[in-house]
C-alpha cells in the first residue's frame, strides 16, 4: 500500500484559509457599499435639479405668457386657460387666461414630476414669488438643505 503525500490527502480548505477569504471580502465590501450609496445619492441630486429646472422654466413660460405667477403649480399643467385653479396669483396679478398656452410640462403619468428624495409630487410653492423648492428635510452631500434649492 503507498502512502498518500500531503497534497494527495487534502479535500478541502482549511480555516485559517476561509477566515482570510472572508476579511478579504470584509475590506472589498466596507469600500464599495459606501461609494456605491454615495452614487446613488448623487443621482438622486441631478434628478432633483432637473425637475426644479423643469419646473422653474414652467413657471416662467407661465407667468410670460399670463403675465401672473400660476396660482397652484398644478395650473402649469392645466390644458386650456379654463383649466387653470384660480384668476389670481399670491400677489394680486390677474391670469390672463385668454393666453395661456400651455401645458407647460407634459409628463407619462400627467402629475407633477416627482420630488426624487419625498417620492412625492409636494413641492414647496409660493404663488407669490413663483419660487418652488424641494420640501424634504434631507441635507444635500455639500451640506446644503434640499429645501433651499
Known amino acids: 500500500m503507498a502512502t498518500l503525500r500531503w497534497t494527495e490527502r ?6 485559517v484559509e476561509v ?3 472572508i476579511t478579504v471580502i470584509a475590506i472589498l465590501s466596507m469600500l464599495v457599499i459606501p461609494r456605491a ?4 445619492r448623487t443621482a438622486r441630486q441631478a434628478q432633483l435639479c432637473g425637475n426644479l429646472k423643469q419646473l422653474r422654466d414652467a413657471i416662467e413660460r407661465f ?12 395650473d402649469i399643467m392645466a390644458t386650456s386657460g379654463d383649466a387653470i385653479s384660480g384668476n389670481f396669483d399670491g400677489r394680486g396679478g390677474w391670469v390672463d387666461r385668454s ?3 400651455g401645458p407647460y410640462i407634459l409628463t407619462g403619468n400627467g402629475s407633477l ?3 426624487p428624495f419625498t417620492g412625492e409630487a409636494d413641492w414647496n410653492y409660493d404663488n407669490a414669488t ?7 428635510d434631507l441635507t444635500a452631500l455639500d451640506g446644503t ?3 433651499t434649492w
Not at 63 to 74: D, I, M, R, V
Request: hydrophobic residues 45%; negative net charge.
Open 99 to 101: 393666453m395661456y398656452d
Open 10 to 15: 487534502r479535500l478541502g480548505f482549511t480555516l
Open 113 to 115: 414630476p416627482k420630488d
Open 145 to 147: 438643505a434640499y429645501n
Open 130 to 136: 413663483g419660487d418652488v423648492h424641494s420640501s424634504s
Open 37 to 40: 450609496m454615495a452614487a446613488r
Open 19 to 21: 477566515l482570510i477569504v
Open 63 to 74: 407667468e410670460a405668457t399670463t403675465a401672473a405667477w400660476p396660482p397652484s403649480l398644478a
